[in-house]
């Protein structure tokens, strides 16, 4: 089964930047397209970037502004998010997740690592 691992996650100011990263493993990862939510405390879980398989179909919520690069590394099996233009409101749990192509949601989930944006 396919296993998760976020890491990178932790506390900055606003305005900074910071990079989350997705260890991959249990399956084949050029068979899966990669995706990022996040979860704020009271707030349903939101999406926000996907890639492909191959990296190049890449997707990004319209509310993140173009401060997000989501990013995929086929030969070490990882996905990053780097961040950037930090705001208070992206304080949130975010959640790597894995979706084996032909399927239609994201199966495999990660256990999430807090990002903590500081004014």
């Known amino acids: 089964q396919v296993q998760l691992v976020e890491s990178g996650g932790g506390l900055v100011q606003a305005g900074g930047s910071m990079r989350l990263s997705c260890a991959f493993s249990?399956?084949?990862?050029?068979?899966?397209?990669m995706a990022w939510f996040r979860q704020a405390p009271g707030k349903e879980r939101e999406f926000v970037a996907s890639?492909?398989?191959?990296?190049?179909?890449?997707n990004y919520s319209a509310s993140l502004k173009g401060r997000f690069t989501i990013s995929r590394d086929n030969a070490k099996n990882t996905v990053s998010l780097q961040m950037g233009s930090l705001e208070n409101e992206d304080t949130s749990v975010y959640y790597c997740?894995?979706?084996?192509?032909?399927?239609?949601?994201?199966?495999?989930w990660g256990q999430g690592t807090q990002v903590t944006v500081s004014s």
């Open positions: 890639i492909d398989w191959s990296g190049r179909r890449i």
């Open positions: 997740a894995a979706r084996e192509t032909g399927d239609q949601t994201y199966g495999s």
């Open positions: 249990g399956r084949t990862f050029i068979r899966y397209h």
